[in-house]
């Protein structure tokens, strides 16, 4: 079911840009644009900026762009559709229930089509759990049995899959689910028989396991892991979905959607390693938490949970070795700017038996008691080994001070020298001057980095700076330079009358009717202005910056906020009246589309010397002068038309 015009624009008129993306970083306001850290690449200063007046963000550290929609679509990963979804929830706007399986697949798009099988195979798993012999006999006793209530289950989409190689398969091609949509989504495995290539079979992925479905942030089902409950050597206790369009392991942490309401009102995230842990710890009423599944912790991850907290606090099963070997990611943790905590388990307990054993309250209390932040925690671990070594305690110092130099925040970084000098027993001064040489070490690596970045512009939105944008580009030709500007008029005043019945746009289609664009990204874009204008749609900014091509987005937010904006203060500045581009639109395009015209004849010109230079047959050669005549002709019409001398 299709989303009507009026909503979508209902949804888009309700949209406050700095709204909705504050609701995601701290923006900081700058005079007449935000500030931020960018929520998509790592940095300690700000390079994103968020321009309100016109509706677009930008990041001149990793260069993502767009509009608040595009903003939802890339930090939630949801599809356009999703995304006004999103926007209509938080606006208030009602949309009719979601697309059912009987969509049109080759209208939606793949990712949406993923989600529906998906959506399809987590209420299949889930019906075999509560309905079928097999699937209550072995499944449901087996989650009865870890005490997981019946509200619980459903709270996690808990299933079953049966001990069949074609349960899941046969049922869903049979309602209609297409093969190949099952095998992208990951659900079903295809085998080709090694002797007979035509002969291609399929099975499912999951088989007599319990299902647990993982969820993206706004709560769709992007992938399933699963448990066996036999004890079969041959096959993996754990089956994860493998990496598909929706599912990136490395990105998701699971839970999240169950939690992210709870971290944020907790201001802090429990790290959890198994999706038992997690659900064991809601049913006892601790909700802030999330599993990162087995692997371990990335940088996309953590980010994720510092969306909702800077805090986390890592609750770690029983066993030191595993403990000690996932030390240098939690560096990654403090990078990042975040506080990390750590609680440990007594002997052979881990986050779910104990909550069992304890009842929630009592656990809280013991995280509570026994929580440590990490650094004093990491340096106490790593003493115990060192007693009357003095290489090894060496060793120990520069670990621990290459933990600390990776906190972001000196005064944090000051405490941490203090506590560390206590518990080692050893002068602050020690530890400073360690950390300086490492400090010193890793500014030499940088110096000698091949390519320096890139020296961001230091304040892009600021008016004056626009006066450089015009040097960024100076490898941009002539043609290419009048291309951009044609397209950027048709982006900033796509619905702007030029006389009463023709827009802007539709004028440079005819002007331009016969003109080849020379530039690629031009041409394409001039091409979807046209298809959008015959389809009877305005092509106007929103069509390009949500479009899905990553580069024309981009290209249309420089557009947008081009050189010509007007700025107040380059009057003051330059003592010149510089007019408001709205107010001389027609005479702007009017002579923007003639040079362009010049230009391209001057283009045509060139190439007409070059083919005369090159010896041709006589007969080429007359037809060569003629059209060489005819381009004059028009040369001298146009720059007459634009008032110019002609030049010889
Ligand atoms: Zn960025």
Redesign the pocket.
């Given at each position: 079911m299709a989303v009507s015009k009026e909503i979508l624009d209902k949804i888009n008129e309700s949209i406050d840009i700095v709204e909705v993306i504050g609701d995601f970083v701290t923006l900081k306001k700058k005079g007449h644009y935000y500030s931020a850290c960018?929520p998509?690449?790592n940095?300690k200063t700000p390079?994103?900026a968020v321009t309100p007046a016109k509706g677009i963000y930008k990041?001149f550290?990793?260069?993502?762009a767009g509009d608040a929609i595009r903003f939802v679509m890339d930090i939630e990963g949801l599809s356009y559709i999703e995304a006004m979804r999103y926007l209509a929830k938080k606006y208030g706007i009602d949309i009719p229930e979601g697309p059912t399986k009987d969509v049109d697949f080759h209208k939606q798009n793949e990712r949406e089509s993923l989600l529906i099988v998906l959506q399809y195979a987590k209420n299949y798993f889930q019906k075999i759990l509560q309905e079928h012999d097999e699937g209550q006999s072995i499944g449901y006793s087996y989650f009865k049995e870890r005490g997981f209530s019946d509200s619980t289950i459903k709270k996690f989409d808990l299933g079953y899959s049966l001990e069949e190689w074609e349960g899941l398969f046969k049922q869903a091609v049979k309602e209609g689910f297409s093969i190949e949509m099952l095998e992208k989504a990951g659900l079903v495995v295809r085998k080709e028989n090694a002797n007979d290539k035509n002969s291609v079979r399929h099975y499912d992925r999951f088989r007599a396991r319990v299902i647990f479905p993982i969820h993206n942030v706004t709560g769709k089902v992007i992938a399933f892991g699963a448990r066996i409950l036999k004890t079969d050597k041959s096959q993996p206790k754990y089956l994860n979905s493998p990496e598909t369009e929706v599912y990136h392991k490395s990105k998701i942490l699971y839970g999240i959607y169950q939690a992210k309401q709870s971290i944020r009102q907790e201001d802090n995230c429990f790290l959890v390693e198994g999706y038992t842990d997690v659900i064991s710890l809601h049913q006892a009423g601790i909700e802030n938490v999330v599993a990162s599944s087995g692997t371990s912790l990335t940088e996309d991850q953590v980010r994720l949970i510092s969306r909702y907290t800077i805090n986390i606090t890592i609750l770690y099963d029983g066993d030191i070795a595993g403990i000690k070997a996932s030390m240098r990611g939690i560096d990654m943790i403090l990078e990042q700017g975040m506080n990390v905590n750590v609680v440990t388990f007594p002997d052979s307990e881990d986050p779910d038996s104990y909550v069992r054993k304890l009842g929630g309250e009592e656990f809280k209390k013991y995280i509570k008691a026994s929580k440590k932040d990490f650094i004093s925690f990491k340096t106490a671990l790593f003493l115990k080994e060192t007693e009357g070594d003095p290489v090894k305690k060496a060793g120990v110092i520069r670990e621990i001070v290459e933990s600390i130099s990776k906190i972001p925040d000196a005064i944090k970084r000051a405490i941490f020298f203090k506590q560390c000098s206590a518990l080692m027993e050893i002068e602050e001064q020690t530890l400073i001057s360690e950390y300086n040489k490492i400090v010193l070490k890793k500014n030499q690596e940088k110096k000698h980095e091949d390519a320096p970045p890139p020296d961001l512009p230091p304040d892009f939105f600021n008016p004056d700076y626009e006066l450089f944008q015009e040097e960024k580009k100076p490898e941009m030709t002539s043609i290419e330079a009048h291309e951009r500007e044609i397209l950027r008029l048709i982006i900033n005043y796509a619905p702007i009358k030029l006389e009463e019945s023709k827009r802007l746009y539709e004028y440079v289609l005819e002007q331009v009717e016969d003109i080849d664009f020379h530039t690629d990204i031009y041409r394409r874009m001039l091409e979807m202005v046209k298809s959008e204008h015959d389809n009877g749609n305005l092509p106007d900014k929103g069509f390009f910056i949500q479009h899905n091509d990553e580069k024309i987005r981009n290209e249309a937010v420089d557009m947008l906020v081009s050189k010509y904006d007007y700025s107040p203060n380059w009057e003051k500045k330059f003592k010149i009246f510089i007019t408001k581009e709205e107010d001389n639109l027609a005479e702007i395009i009017y002579s923007c589309v003639l040079k362009l015209k010049k230009l391209n004849v001057m283009f045509l010109l060139e190439q007409n010397k070059e083919q005369l230079k090159n010896n041709p047959s006589e007969e080429e050669q007359i037809r060569l002068m003629m059209i060489y005549t005819n381009l004059k002709k028009v040369d001298m019409e146009l720059a007459k038309m634009l008032g110019n001398v002609i030049s010889k």
């Open positions: 960018c998509f690449h940095e390079s994103f990041c550290g990793c260069g993502k």
